[in-house]
């Protein structure tokens, strides 16, 4: 099992861009929850997603961000109209459910870097 | 208020000595809390969570409910201990993680 896989690793875009970023969970598992690291702080978490549905995506900005997990292929998430404020490291990570014991499994992150 | 707190950026501790990385949390009820590694080039992974009561790799971590703490202790540092590590504390619902900013250990041969 390969593991979690993201790509692109790092990304680059100019003010205004789309970004979008791709997680593959790991084989068997149908829950993906990506967060975001800034600079200097703890990962925060965004959304949560299961198989063609968000179930909490408490933690995603109102706007220019979105987040699908199609039936077939990775999960995207997509930062319309870029701003040097979302620079940072998002990372994807994965779980067989949500029970007590089951942990999350990390991605390598992607790092988005907005010129 | 779900929330995590790592007060130490930054920890060095000489090869042999014991080591404490310090995690205090805000959690109403009873939560269920983790400790995540980053080892230099490698992704963050899962290093013990408090319900299983595990040690792994010499690490331990008690859950101090009068404290609000999560301290996670070695009695001999390693070299190859020296890593980013993250507490974090599953949120209500399950669905997500309460990440603290991280506590970089150097283990000093």
């Known amino acids: 099992n390969a593991g979690v896989m993201q790509n692109p690793r790092h990304l680059v875009r100019r003010r205004g861009q789309e970004a979008r970023l791709r997680c593959s969970p790991m084989?068997?598992?149908?829950?993906v929850y990506w967060y975001r690291q800034l600079p200097e702080e703890g990962l925060k978490f965004m959304v949560y997603?299961?198989?063609?549905?968000?179930?909490?995506e408490s933690g995603m900005p109102k706007e220019r961000f979105s987040a699908e997990f199609p039936k077939e292929g990775p999960s995207i998430l997509r930062i319309q109209q870029v701003v040097r404020g979302d620079s940072a490291a998002y990372f994807c990570?994965?779980?067989?459910?949500?029970?007590?014991?089951?942990?999350?499994?990390f991605g390598p992150g992607t790092r988005l870097t907005v010129l | 208020a779900q929330r995590v707190t790592q007060p130490e950026k930054l920890l060095s501790v000489f090869k042999g000595a014991p080591v404490e990385l310090k995690c205090n949390y805000s959690?109403?009820?009873?939560?269920?809390l983790f400790w995540y590694v980053q080892y230099s080039r490698q992704r963050l992974q899962l290093l013990l969570r408090?319900?299983s009561r595990e040690s792994i790799k010499g690490f331990t971590a008690d859950l101090n409910k009068g404290e609000t703490s999560f301290h996670l202790k070695k009695p001999f540092a390693q070299e190859e201990d020296s890593a980013m590590y993250y507490c974090?504390?599953?949120?209500?619902?399950?669905?997500?993680?309460?990440f603290g900013t991280g506590t970089s250990l150097t283990v000093i041969p």
């Open positions: 990570a994965s779980s067989l459910s949500t029970g007590a014991m089951d942990e999350q499994f």
């Open positions: 084989k068997g598992h149908s829950h």
């Open positions: 997603l299961q198989k063609e549905n968000i179930i909490d």
């Open positions: 959690y109403s009820g009873s939560p269920e």
């Open positions: 408090h319900i």
């Open positions: 974090a504390l599953k949120g209500r619902t399950g669905n997500q993680f309460y």
